[in-house]
Protein backbone atom coordinates (compact mmCIF):
# COMPACT_ATOMS: atom_id res chain seq x y z
CA UNK A 1 0.00 0.00 0.00
CA UNK A 2 1.33 3.61 -1.19
CA UNK A 3 2.58 5.72 2.02
CA UNK A 4 2.84 9.52 2.25
CA UNK A 5 6.62 8.53 3.73
CA UNK A 6 7.94 7.13 0.33
CA UNK A 7 10.06 3.63 0.73
CA UNK A 8 13.09 5.27 -0.80
CA UNK A 9 12.67 8.09 2.46
CA UNK A 10 15.04 6.63 5.14
CA UNK A 11 15.42 9.10 7.64
CA UNK A 12 15.97 8.06 11.11
CA UNK A 13 12.13 9.71 11.67
CA UNK A 14 10.82 7.67 9.64
CA UNK A 15 12.86 4.39 10.28
CA UNK A 16 11.57 4.85 13.68
CA UNK A 17 8.06 5.38 12.66
CA UNK A 18 7.82 2.11 10.95
CA UNK A 19 10.14 0.48 13.93
CA UNK A 20 7.29 1.73 16.68
CA UNK A 21 4.02 0.71 14.83
CA UNK A 22 5.10 -2.48 12.83
CA UNK A 23 2.50 -3.10 9.52
CA UNK A 24 0.24 -0.66 7.95
CA UNK A 25 -3.28 -1.92 9.12
CA UNK A 26 -6.38 -0.05 7.22
CA UNK A 27 -8.54 -2.09 7.89
CA UNK A 28 -11.37 -1.57 10.62
CA UNK A 29 -11.29 -4.48 12.55
CA UNK A 30 -7.30 -4.27 12.89
CA UNK A 31 -6.91 -2.61 16.03
CA UNK A 32 -5.74 -5.77 18.34
CA UNK A 33 -3.30 -6.39 15.48
CA UNK A 34 -1.87 -2.58 15.71
CA UNK A 35 -1.66 -2.69 19.30
CA UNK A 36 0.15 -5.64 19.81
CA UNK A 37 2.46 -5.20 17.01
CA UNK A 38 4.26 -2.19 18.17
CA UNK A 39 7.94 -2.05 19.38
CA UNK A 40 7.88 -2.70 23.08
CA UNK A 41 10.98 -0.10 23.88
CA UNK A 42 9.78 2.29 21.58
CA UNK A 43 6.45 2.91 22.48
CA UNK A 44 7.54 2.88 26.31
CA UNK A 45 9.33 6.08 25.37
CA UNK A 46 6.68 7.37 23.36
CA UNK A 47 4.30 7.14 27.10
CA UNK A 48 7.61 8.68 29.58
CA UNK A 49 8.24 11.10 26.67
CA UNK A 50 4.55 12.53 26.78
CA UNK A 51 4.37 11.98 31.19
CA UNK A 52 7.35 14.01 31.35
CA UNK A 53 5.34 16.96 30.71
CA UNK A 54 2.70 16.60 33.11
CA UNK A 55 4.05 16.49 36.89
CA UNK A 56 1.93 19.67 38.05
CA UNK A 57 -0.90 17.87 39.07
CA UNK A 58 -0.93 18.77 42.74
CA UNK A 59 -0.03 22.32 42.25
CA UNK A 60 -2.54 24.18 39.89
CA UNK A 61 -2.46 26.81 42.10
CA UNK A 62 1.25 27.53 40.74
CA UNK A 63 1.44 25.98 37.33
CA UNK A 64 3.07 28.84 35.19
CA UNK A 65 6.25 26.90 34.91
CA UNK A 66 4.81 23.98 33.79
CA UNK A 67 2.41 25.06 31.14
CA UNK A 68 5.59 27.29 29.96
CA UNK A 69 7.47 24.24 29.97
CA UNK A 70 4.49 22.32 28.04
CA UNK A 71 4.82 25.03 25.26
CA UNK A 72 8.38 24.56 24.97
CA UNK A 73 7.94 20.81 24.17
CA UNK A 74 5.20 21.04 22.43
CA UNK A 75 5.57 19.56 19.04
CA UNK A 76 7.66 16.29 21.06
CA UNK A 77 4.90 16.45 23.09
CA UNK A 78 1.84 16.19 20.29
CA UNK A 79 3.82 13.83 18.06
CA UNK A 80 4.25 11.22 21.08
CA UNK A 81 0.73 11.51 21.94
CA UNK A 82 -0.14 10.84 18.91
CA UNK A 83 1.97 8.00 18.19
CA UNK A 84 0.23 6.33 21.45
CA UNK A 85 -3.38 7.53 20.81
CA UNK A 86 -4.08 7.18 17.07
CA UNK A 87 -4.83 3.74 17.11
CA UNK A 88 -7.42 4.14 19.70
CA UNK A 89 -9.00 7.04 18.46
CA UNK A 90 -9.66 5.54 15.21
CA UNK A 91 -11.01 2.68 17.30
CA UNK A 92 -13.67 4.12 19.08
CA UNK A 93 -13.72 7.05 16.47
CA UNK A 94 -13.44 6.28 12.65
CA UNK A 95 -11.22 8.57 10.82
CA UNK A 96 -12.68 11.81 12.32
CA UNK A 97 -11.33 12.60 15.47
CA UNK A 98 -13.95 15.18 16.76
CA UNK A 99 -16.76 15.86 18.12
CA UNK A 100 -20.14 17.23 16.28
CA UNK A 101 -23.07 19.00 17.24
CA UNK A 102 -25.43 16.52 17.69
CA UNK A 103 -29.00 16.78 15.67
CA UNK A 104 -31.67 14.21 17.02
CA UNK A 105 -33.05 11.35 14.87
CA UNK A 106 -29.18 11.33 13.48
CA UNK A 107 -26.69 9.27 13.62
CA UNK A 108 -23.08 9.79 15.08
CA UNK A 109 -21.66 9.34 11.53
CA UNK A 110 -24.42 11.85 9.99
CA UNK A 111 -23.57 14.42 12.58
CA UNK A 112 -20.17 13.71 12.13
CA UNK A 113 -20.16 14.65 8.35
CA UNK A 114 -22.17 17.56 8.31
CA UNK A 115 -20.15 19.18 10.74
CA UNK A 116 -16.97 18.83 8.35
CA UNK A 117 -19.24 19.97 5.38
CA UNK A 118 -20.25 22.88 7.17
CA UNK A 119 -16.87 24.39 6.71
CA UNK A 120 -16.96 23.95 2.84
CA UNK A 121 -20.33 25.87 2.69
CA UNK A 122 -18.80 28.30 5.16
CA UNK A 123 -15.47 28.87 3.51
CA UNK A 124 -17.58 28.48 -0.33
CA UNK A 125 -15.39 26.07 -1.56
CA UNK A 126 -15.78 24.46 -5.36
CA UNK A 127 -13.87 22.39 -7.47
CA UNK A 128 -10.11 23.40 -8.45
CA UNK A 129 -9.65 25.89 -5.18
CA UNK A 130 -6.77 25.11 -3.08
CA UNK A 131 -7.39 24.12 0.45
CA UNK A 132 -4.87 23.50 3.69
CA UNK A 133 -6.34 21.78 6.45
CA UNK A 134 -4.19 22.19 9.48
CA UNK A 135 -3.77 19.40 11.51
CA UNK A 136 -5.10 16.96 9.40
CA UNK A 137 -5.67 13.59 11.55
CA UNK A 138 -5.45 10.66 9.92
CA UNK A 139 -7.56 12.79 6.85
CA UNK A 140 -11.01 11.90 7.87
CA UNK A 141 -12.55 15.60 7.39
CA UNK A 142 -10.24 16.57 4.76
CA UNK A 143 -11.56 13.58 2.70
CA UNK A 144 -15.41 14.96 3.49
CA UNK A 145 -14.41 18.03 2.35
CA UNK A 146 -13.43 16.96 -0.75
CA UNK A 147 -16.68 15.76 -1.21
CA UNK A 148 -18.87 18.17 0.09
CA UNK A 149 -16.76 20.82 -2.35
CA UNK A 150 -17.30 18.63 -5.18
CA UNK A 151 -13.28 18.17 -5.69
CA UNK A 152 -11.60 21.27 -4.28
CA UNK A 153 -8.22 20.39 -3.89
CA UNK A 154 -6.76 20.01 0.18
CA UNK A 155 -3.07 19.98 1.22
CA UNK A 156 -3.38 17.87 4.92
CA UNK A 157 -0.61 19.10 7.27
CA UNK A 158 1.05 17.30 10.29
CA UNK A 159 3.68 16.62 12.56
CA UNK A 160 3.36 13.28 13.07
CA UNK A 161 4.74 10.56 10.18
CA UNK A 162 2.60 7.61 11.47
CA UNK A 163 -0.65 9.96 10.87
CA UNK A 164 0.61 11.35 7.26
CA UNK A 165 1.49 7.31 6.27
CA UNK A 166 -2.07 7.36 7.26
CA UNK A 167 -3.55 9.88 5.20
CA UNK A 168 -1.70 8.65 1.73
CA UNK A 169 -3.32 5.16 2.32
CA UNK A 170 -6.32 5.93 3.33
CA UNK A 171 -6.45 8.64 -0.15
CA UNK A 172 -5.15 5.50 -2.40
CA UNK A 173 -8.19 3.02 -0.77
CA UNK A 174 -10.68 5.42 -1.34
CA UNK A 175 -9.31 7.14 -4.80
CA UNK A 176 -8.96 10.68 -3.66
CA UNK A 177 -5.21 10.79 -4.29
CA UNK A 178 -5.91 13.19 -7.15
CA UNK A 179 -7.84 15.39 -4.95
CA UNK A 180 -5.39 15.50 -2.06
CA UNK A 181 -1.86 15.67 -0.76
CA UNK A 182 -0.02 15.69 2.62
CA UNK A 183 3.20 17.62 4.33
CA UNK A 184 4.61 16.39 7.55
CA UNK A 185 5.66 19.60 9.36
CA UNK A 186 5.23 22.00 12.24
CA UNK A 187 2.41 24.01 11.62
CA UNK A 188 3.44 26.93 13.62
CA UNK A 189 6.57 26.68 10.94
CA UNK A 190 5.18 25.57 8.24
CA UNK A 191 7.28 24.74 4.99
CA UNK A 192 4.53 26.27 2.69
CA UNK A 193 5.29 29.04 0.64
CA UNK A 194 3.03 32.90 1.38
CA UNK A 195 -0.17 33.05 0.14
CA UNK A 196 -0.57 29.55 -1.36
CA UNK A 197 -4.12 28.68 -0.80
CA UNK A 198 -7.52 29.87 -1.48
CA UNK A 199 -9.02 28.72 1.93
CA UNK A 200 -7.89 26.96 5.26
CA UNK A 201 -9.35 25.41 7.54
CA UNK A 202 -9.37 23.23 10.96
CA UNK A 203 -10.50 20.81 12.93
CA UNK A 204 -10.27 21.12 16.66
CA UNK A 205 -6.09 20.68 15.76
CA UNK A 206 -4.84 24.24 16.03
CA UNK A 207 -5.00 24.14 19.79
CA UNK A 208 -1.74 21.66 19.62
CA UNK A 209 -0.09 24.72 19.09
CA UNK A 210 1.84 26.35 22.13
CA UNK A 211 0.15 29.39 21.14
CA UNK A 212 -2.79 30.11 19.11
CA UNK A 213 -0.80 33.17 18.42
CA UNK A 214 1.72 31.30 16.34
CA UNK A 215 -0.48 29.11 14.49
CA UNK A 216 -3.08 31.85 13.23
CA UNK A 217 0.14 33.30 12.36
CA UNK A 218 1.40 31.25 9.77
CA UNK A 219 -2.30 30.20 8.34
CA UNK A 220 -2.50 34.28 8.02
CA UNK A 221 0.81 34.13 5.79
CA UNK A 222 0.05 31.11 3.45
CA UNK A 223 -3.36 32.40 2.65
CA UNK A 224 -4.25 34.44 -0.50
CA UNK A 225 -4.87 37.64 0.57
CA UNK A 226 -8.66 37.60 0.19
CA UNK A 227 -8.60 34.18 1.36
CA UNK A 228 -10.84 32.75 4.66
CA UNK A 229 -9.91 30.49 7.35
CA UNK A 230 -12.78 28.31 9.41
CA UNK A 231 -12.11 26.23 12.47
CA UNK A 232 -13.78 24.05 15.13
CA UNK A 233 -11.26 25.35 18.49
CA UNK A 234 -11.57 23.95 21.85
CA UNK A 235 -11.78 26.85 24.65
CA UNK A 236 -12.71 27.23 28.04
CA UNK A 237 -16.19 29.88 28.11
CA UNK A 238 -17.17 32.78 30.14
CA UNK A 239 -18.34 30.50 32.81
CA UNK A 240 -14.66 29.35 33.44
CA UNK A 241 -12.83 30.99 36.62
CA UNK A 242 -9.58 29.63 36.29
CA UNK A 243 -9.08 30.43 40.37
CA UNK A 244 -12.00 28.03 41.01
CA UNK A 245 -9.37 25.05 41.69
CA UNK A 246 -12.49 22.43 41.21
CA UNK A 247 -13.06 23.83 37.36
CA UNK A 248 -8.94 23.83 37.19
CA UNK A 249 -8.72 20.38 37.68
CA UNK A 250 -11.60 19.43 34.87
CA UNK A 251 -9.82 21.85 32.25
CA UNK A 252 -6.33 20.52 33.43
CA UNK A 253 -7.64 17.33 33.14
CA UNK A 254 -8.53 17.73 29.50
CA UNK A 255 -4.72 19.60 28.76
CA UNK A 256 -3.30 16.51 30.02
CA UNK A 257 -5.74 14.04 27.82
CA UNK A 258 -5.20 15.26 24.78
CA UNK A 259 -2.01 17.35 24.71
CA UNK A 260 -2.81 20.82 24.93
CA UNK A 261 -0.37 23.36 27.06
CA UNK A 262 -3.04 25.58 27.64
CA UNK A 263 -6.61 25.95 26.77
CA UNK A 264 -7.28 29.55 25.47
CA UNK A 265 -11.12 31.66 26.65
CA UNK A 266 -12.87 32.21 23.86
CA UNK A 267 -12.04 36.20 23.96
CA UNK A 268 -8.58 35.35 23.83
CA UNK A 269 -8.69 33.01 20.44
CA UNK A 270 -10.68 36.28 19.10
CA UNK A 271 -8.01 38.70 20.22
CA UNK A 272 -5.11 35.89 18.78
CA UNK A 273 -7.08 35.94 15.49
CA UNK A 274 -6.90 39.97 15.24
CA UNK A 275 -3.51 40.00 16.64
CA UNK A 276 -1.84 38.45 13.68
CA UNK A 277 -4.32 40.74 11.08
CA UNK A 278 -7.33 38.35 10.86
CA UNK A 279 -10.90 40.36 9.92
CA UNK A 280 -13.49 38.59 12.18
CA UNK A 281 -16.87 37.78 10.36
CA UNK A 282 -18.14 35.35 12.23
CA UNK A 283 -17.76 34.04 15.63
CA UNK A 284 -20.16 31.31 18.06
CA UNK A 285 -20.16 28.39 20.08
CA UNK A 286 -21.72 25.44 18.17
CA UNK A 287 -21.61 23.64 21.50
CA UNK A 288 -25.01 25.07 22.96
CA UNK A 289 -28.01 22.91 23.18
CA UNK A 290 -31.06 23.77 21.32
CA UNK A 291 -34.49 21.80 20.97
CA UNK A 292 -32.87 20.28 18.01
CA UNK A 293 -29.83 19.38 19.93
CA UNK A 294 -28.51 16.66 21.82
CA UNK A 295 -25.40 17.71 24.31
CA UNK A 296 -22.41 17.02 22.19
CA UNK A 297 -20.59 15.18 24.94
CA UNK A 298 -23.04 12.49 25.14
CA UNK A 299 -20.69 10.98 22.52
CA UNK A 300 -18.90 9.69 25.60
CA UNK A 301 -21.64 8.88 28.19
CA UNK A 302 -23.98 6.45 26.47
CA UNK A 303 -24.03 4.10 23.87
CA UNK A 304 -25.35 6.07 20.36
CA UNK A 305 -25.49 2.99 17.63
CA UNK A 306 -23.23 1.04 16.39
CA UNK A 307 -20.07 -0.88 17.31
CA UNK A 308 -17.98 2.10 18.08
CA UNK A 309 -21.18 4.59 19.55
CA UNK A 310 -20.01 1.19 22.42
CA UNK A 311 -16.55 1.89 22.74
CA UNK A 312 -17.46 5.79 23.00
CA UNK A 313 -19.60 5.46 26.13
CA UNK A 314 -18.79 5.08 29.60
CA UNK A 315 -19.37 1.40 29.81
CA UNK A 316 -17.37 1.12 25.97
CA UNK A 317 -14.62 2.19 27.58
CA UNK A 318 -14.80 0.55 30.46
CA UNK A 319 -14.61 -2.88 28.51
CA UNK A 320 -11.83 -1.66 26.35
CA UNK A 321 -10.18 -0.72 29.42
CA UNK A 322 -10.84 -4.11 31.24
CA UNK A 323 -9.29 -5.66 28.24
CA UNK A 324 -6.28 -4.34 28.07
CA UNK A 325 -5.23 -4.70 31.22
CA UNK A 326 -5.60 -8.35 30.92
CA UNK A 327 -3.61 -8.12 28.18
CA UNK A 328 -1.00 -5.76 29.82
CA UNK A 329 -0.93 -8.18 32.71
CA UNK A 330 -0.08 -11.16 30.31
CA UNK A 331 2.74 -8.79 28.53
CA UNK A 332 0.46 -9.20 24.72
CA UNK A 333 0.54 -5.59 24.98
CA UNK A 334 3.70 -2.87 24.80
CA UNK A 335 4.37 -0.78 27.54
CA UNK A 336 2.19 2.23 27.87
CA UNK A 337 -1.06 0.85 26.07
CA UNK A 338 -2.65 0.57 29.31
CA UNK A 339 -1.63 3.67 30.37
CA UNK A 340 -2.77 5.62 27.62
CA UNK A 341 -6.11 3.48 27.77
CA UNK A 342 -6.45 5.14 31.26
CA UNK A 343 -5.15 8.65 30.20
CA UNK A 344 -8.04 8.71 27.12
CA UNK A 345 -10.65 7.50 29.99
CA UNK A 346 -9.61 9.83 32.27
CA UNK A 347 -10.05 12.66 29.17
CA UNK A 348 -13.60 11.43 28.40
CA UNK A 349 -14.79 11.85 32.00
CA UNK A 350 -12.90 15.04 32.31
CA UNK A 351 -14.69 16.30 28.84
CA UNK A 352 -17.82 15.21 29.79
CA UNK A 353 -17.42 17.20 33.22
CA UNK A 354 -16.58 20.27 30.94
CA UNK A 355 -19.63 20.00 29.36
CA UNK A 356 -21.67 19.60 31.81
CA UNK A 357 -20.50 22.28 33.92
CA UNK A 358 -20.32 24.64 30.52
CA UNK A 359 -16.97 25.64 31.47
CA UNK A 360 -15.81 24.27 28.46
CA UNK A 361 -16.14 23.51 24.29
CA UNK A 362 -14.84 21.59 21.30
CA UNK A 363 -16.32 23.56 19.04
CA UNK A 364 -15.81 27.56 19.12
CA UNK A 365 -16.54 28.14 15.75
CA UNK A 366 -15.39 31.41 13.59
CA UNK A 367 -15.06 32.50 10.10
CA UNK A 368 -12.11 34.70 9.50
CA UNK A 369 -10.62 36.71 6.26
CA UNK A 370 -7.29 37.90 5.64
CA UNK A 371 -7.55 41.68 4.27
CA UNK A 372 -7.48 41.90 0.14
CA UNK A 373 -5.22 44.63 0.26
CA UNK A 374 -2.68 42.33 2.57
CA UNK A 375 0.72 42.41 1.44
CA UNK A 376 2.21 39.62 3.75
Known sequence: MPSAVAVSDNSEETKLMRKLHGELVLEESGFFKK????????????????????????????????????????????????????????????????????????????NINRHEAYLALKLGLKRGMRVLDTGCGVGGPLREVVKASNGAHVTGINNNAYQIQRCEAYSVKYGLSEYTDFVKGDFTNMPLNDATFDAVFSVEATVHAPRLEQVYGEIYRVLKPGGKFACYEWCTTDVYDENDMTMKKIVHAIEQGNSISKLYTTKQCIQALESVGFKVLEQGDMAIVDSATNPWYNTL??????????????????????????????????????????????????????????????????????PADATA
Open 301 to 370: KAPDGGLRGFLRSSVGRTYTHTLMTFLNKFKLVPPGVLETSQLLNDAADNLVAGGETGIFTPMFFFLVEK
Open 35 to 110: VTQKNAQLNKDAADSYYENWKDNNNLQNNEKDVEKRRLQAQSMTNSFYDLVTDFYEYGWGQSFHFAKLYKGDSFEE
